[in-house]
């Protein structure tokens, strides 16, 4: 018989065996009980190499194997990573051409694909810093990031679900002062260039040679300790704001997921979460680059088109938020796709549904089929995942979020007092430290000196728990208390009840003025049939006997929609404007009837 054949997976592959410290608290070496809510995962990981040195080291570790593939039907391209290395220095080389240096900003608003692929690593290639805009902005939101993160090079697709995007882009360059050129996947307006054009120029008259290591790298100098990225917040509690992560954050945090994946050369992603979110970002695309892994895109997905996707390509793990969870596993024809690829699912952006997820081990082929539920947010990547063999049901990725990642700090403060830690059981808010927190707001030192302290903490302004394993709990967010005739009402808790109620689609929880109480609590319910109308009495004869009086919602809407960012996030601060603008309607309309 032949030698066993030795399989090396996870940060051996990527690192090698001897290069990086491994946590202490592992599957199989678990922590004593904690008693307070502080868990500070061991280990070390390098950080003297940037982006661009992984991506060179996971051309060289598979250089035929794919990379990148655009899966739509019609729409599929393929490129291996020797393949793509060129278009990335092709790219590059043209970003160069139009003045872009290290700290140079360069921004992006594209659906998943191919060539958004190669536009982030051909911009973090020679240091410049990425912006990610979510291809669902609009107008306004591009006029304030694009002035104010100082933007030079716009890379954009054409249209995003019919709407011009290189259109607007033409229509807002004059009021920019800095934005120099813009590329464009599509059709291009006047003045713009073809993304397909740029990545099939030759520069070898121009840069002769191995111009990019003998010239341009000894001549611009930038370390892993340069910022590579300023991702703007979703906004939901009000402006964006631009969180600055630097190589050295964005790499330990894609590690630290290559660590819990235990990825090996058989993996392969499907990604249905926006490469513009750090979800499907570092939490994602970045773990399988530097792991030299294939990558299947879909851009603006459907449920047949991954499916279709599932069963053709075969990926062992699949990106995507709660939503696409449960329209997948509701699918009425899921049963004639073959799934069995398929070993986990990576959730983030929004609580998991027990139900979503135990209809996924239900639906998925897979027998070893796993959920992970990860947390985190734009501030501090995805700082808590579980660790593979922790996941033992379908409930646990619905309740916890697991433990930090490697190199990662996690406590439990009490609200308002940021120096006290909690026992564990006792809810209050979550900080996060290490080396994948971010480094502030870009041009915001106010901002950043109320969520960062001087011990490297990031506060998150989240609500939750962390019980004597070290496992976290989300129950809610600070700033969304409701402070209902002094009661603390949590918005989480109640949206969660109301969830179960029949023909509930989506609930959020907003505070509205009351004069004796002085915040009631309101309910925005988005029913799953439309034109159904919920009353107030029948919510209320729904949860009376079964919770606190202060949890039952005093005013109740009904929308056909509530309000999202584009990773499904419910933009609370908009909908509880939107609450109040009806509440001086109905005052208003009230007032001219009397009169």
Not at 58 to 71: C, E, Q, R, S, Y
Not at 314 to 330: D, E, S, Y
């Amino acid at each position: 018989m032949g030698e066993e054949v030795k399989v090396i997976k996870g940060l051996d592959r990527v690192l090698g065996e001897e290069n990086w410290g491994r946590p202490k608290w592992v599957p199989g070496y678990r922590q004593p009980k904690l008693k307070m809510s502080y868990f500070g995962r061991t280990g070390w990981l390098p950080k003297e190499r940037t982006i661009g040195d992984y991506w060179e080291q996971a051309v060289k570790m598979n250089p035929d194997g794919l990379a990148f593939v655009d899966t739509v039907e019609g729409e599929e391209w393929a490129v291996t990573y020797k393949e793509a290395a060129i278009l990335v220095k092709r790219l590059a080389l043209t970003l160069i051409d139009m003045g872009i240096k290290p700290g140079g900003k360069v921004a992006t608003a594209m659906l998943n694909s191919v060539a958004f692929a190669l536009s982030i690593l051909a911009i973090n290639y020679i240091g410049a810093v990425w912006v990610p805009l979510h291809a669902f902005l609009r107008e306004a939101e591009w006029r304030y990031i694009l002035r104010h993160a100082d933007v030079e090079v716009l890379i954009c697709d054409e249209l995003h679900r019919g709407y011009s995007l290189a259109k607007l882009a033409s229509n807002l360059q004059p009021e920019m002062d800095l934005l120099k050129k813009v590329i464009v996947r599509g059709n291009p307006e006047p003045g713009q260039m073809l993304f397909y054009d740029v990545i099939k120029k030759d520069w070898s008259d121009k840069y002769s040679g191995n111009y990019l290591e003998n010239v341009y790298f000894k001549e611009n100098l930038f370390t892993s300790d340069n910022v590579s990225e300023i991702i703007y917040t979703s906004g939901t509690t009000g402006p964006p704001k631009g969180a600055m992560h630097t190589h050295n954050t964005n790499l330990c945090h894609s590690l630290g997921h290559v660590h819990t994946y235990n990825l090996d050369s058989k993996d392969s992603l499907l990604n249905l979460a926006i490469m513009s979110h750090q979800h499907g970002y570092g939490v994602l695309w970045l773990p399988f680059v530097i792991s030299a892994l294939p990558i299947y895109l879909v851009g603006d997905w459907n449920p047949d088109n991954v499916l279709k996707t599932i069963d053709k390509y075969k990926p062992t793990m699949v990106g995507l938020n709660p939503p696409i969870v449960t329209a997948l596993t509701r699918h009425p024809d899921i049963g004639e796709y073959d799934t069995s690829s398929i070993k986990a699912f990576v959730t983030a952006g929004a609580p998991l549904p027990v139900t979503s997820s135990e209809e996924a081990y239900k639906k998925m082929k897979n027998p070893d089929f796993r959920m992970f539920n990860v947390y985190g947010m734009s501030e501090c990547n995805g700082e808590c995942s579980t660790p593979w063999e922790f996941i033992v049901s379908p409930e646990f990725p619905a309740k916890s979020v697991g433990w930090p990642l490697i190199d990662a700090e996690v406590k439990i403060t009490e609200v308002g007092n940021r120096d006290k830690i909690i026992p564990v059981g006792k809810q209050g808010e979550i900080g996060c430290k290490g080396s994948l927190v971010g480094v502030g707001y870009y041009k915001d030192p106010e901002r950043t000196h109320a969520d960062w302290d001087t011990k490297g903490w990031m506060y998150s302004g989240d609500l939750g728990e962390m019980d004597e394993e070290g496992n976290i709990y989300i129950t809610g967010r600070a700033k969304d208390i409701i402070l209902r005739g002094g009661n603390v009402v949590q918005p989480l808790f109640i949206e969660e009840f109301i969830r179960q109620y029949s023909g509930v689609a989506d609930v959020t929880i907003v505070g509205i003025p009351h004069d004796t109480l002085t915040e009631a609590v309101c309910a925005v319910i988005a029913p799953k049939e439309k034109g159904k109308v919920f009353t107030r009495e029948e919510i209320y004869n729904f949860m009376k006997d079964k919770i606190a009086r202060d949890n039952i919602p005093d005013r109740i809407e009904t929308w056909d929609s509530l309000i999202y960012t584009a990773t499904g996030k419910q933009i609370k601060y908009r909908i509880r404007e939107k609450v109040l603008e009806n509440m001086r309607k109905e005052i208003t309309d009230s007032e001219r009837k009397d009169n």
